[in-house]
């Protein structure tokens, strides 16, 4: 199977934090005809914490937290409400989907061979490659569609009009991934996706608690808190910018091409971040590329290299890079980049996709 070379993850990453509880209750309206719309989805975004309207379309949540609160129902237009505590103090919500407008989307009409081959890509470019991954399954797979990518040869996007249901028998999640695209470039292998997420346990989650843990440490969950954290060297993180020099031929080489070398220094997180008092978020430049090199081998690392798809599987840890696509990337104070898009990654992490994902009200028990 061919690695991927780049990956972007598009979660919309809120971060939702352990906190005092405060209740959040309302109800959900047709936006037309104010009728209860019963059964619609309420949830913080990328969050365990969500429930679905009664059949009056009413709702209640016992621990609502800052972040985005998500409202949608199938047929309806989705509602996403940047929420803050301090908005509460008793109050009760109404929220009013209008029904969805039926777009003319340019469908691709596959031969079952084709389709078949092309939600293959698509389950293996979701949810990744690893042990997590294939532990996980799309119950409703069938309701993807493709369309055209523009005119980006040997490309193509997918979208879904329902809720992808990924049971992860790995972590204990039963996933609810409202897929608002897909991208694959078959050629260079860069992919993307970006949608909301709601996670519910899959039974008793002392179950879960190791394998949680394990596909904690060493993800870029627990990469971006501690380097927000300013404990790297602790976690077990060493960063190093990486330039990629041309070397022109010597006087002795001739019909000789220039070549390409690497050159990497370390540096500090410190020398990267520049925090913004105002909105207690981070901004964080660097020019070139960023590596991280993970000192400690993490527990998908075995999966990967039994299955011949890791290249370093004989050294300690793992080693990533990250690419901008911006001038910077704003990090919220709990380490979460607040707009993924400008970011991505190859090396080790791009195998981490969907099934690897955590909850972000996710914190690993005190030991």
């Given amino acids: 199977m061919k690695s991927f070379i780049a990956n972007i993850i598009c979660c919309s990453l809120l971060l939702m934090v352990a906190q005092a509880q405060y209740p959040i209750s309302g109800k959900v309206l047709n936006d037309e005809n104010d009728s209860p719309i019963a059964g619609a989805s309420v949830y913080f975004n990328n969050t365990s914490i969500g429930t679905i309207t009664s059949s009056n379309g009413s709702f209640f949540l016992p621990d609502a937290v800052n972040g985005e609160l998500i409202v949608s129902s199938v047929g309806f237009e989705r509602l996403i409400y940047t ?79 329902t809720p992808l249901t990924i049971i992860n028998n790995k972590l204990g999640y039963r996933i609810r991934f409202e897929l608002v695209s897909f991208y694959l470039n078959q050629t260079t292998g860069q992919t993307s996706f970006y949608g909301y997420t709601r996670y519910e346990a899959l039974g008793n989650k002392k179950r879960w608690v190791k394998n949680r843990e394990d596909a904690y440490y060493g993800s870029t969950l627990h990469f971006f808190r501690s380097f927000i954290g300013n404990n790297l060297e602790a976690e077990k993180y060493a960063l190093y910018i990486v330039r990629t020099d041309t070397i022109p031929p010597g006087p002795n080489e001739t019909n000789q091409l220039p070549k390409k070398m690497d050159v990497a220094w370390g540096v500090k997180a410190s020398d990267l971040i520049k925090k913004d008092s105002t909105s207690e978020s981070y901004k964080v430049i660097w020019k070139h590329k960023l590596m991280v090199q993970y000192l400690k081998n993490p527990s998908g690392k075995a999966y990967l290299r039994s299955n011949r798809f890791l290249a370093d599987g004989a050294q300690i840890g793992f080693r990533s890079y990250l690419h901008l696509l911006a001038d910077s990337i704003q990090v919220d104070k709990y380490g979460i980049v607040v707009d993924p898009t400008v970011l991505y990654f190859s090396g080790y992490w791009v195998y981490e996709k969907a099934a690897n994902l955590l909850p972000f009200n996710y914190y690993p028990e005190k030991k």
């Avoid at 301090?86 to 003319?104: H, I, N, R, V």
């Avoid at 294939?134 to 193509?156: C, L």
Wanted: charged share 25%; hydrophobic share 40%; glycine share 4%.
């Fill in 83 to 161: 929420f803050n505590l301090a908005q509460l103090k008793g109050k009760s919500f109404t929220f009013k989907l209008s029904p969805k407008q039926d777009l003319l989307q340019d469908v691709l009409i596959l031969p079952d061979a084709t389709r078949r081959k092309y939600l293959q890509l698509f389950q293996e470019n979701f949810l990744g490659v690893t042990e997590e991954a294939a532990s996980s399954k799309i119950n409703n797979i069938s309701s993807v569609y493709f369309v055209a990518a523009g005119t980006e040869k040997n490309s193509f996007k997918a979208m879904a009009d």
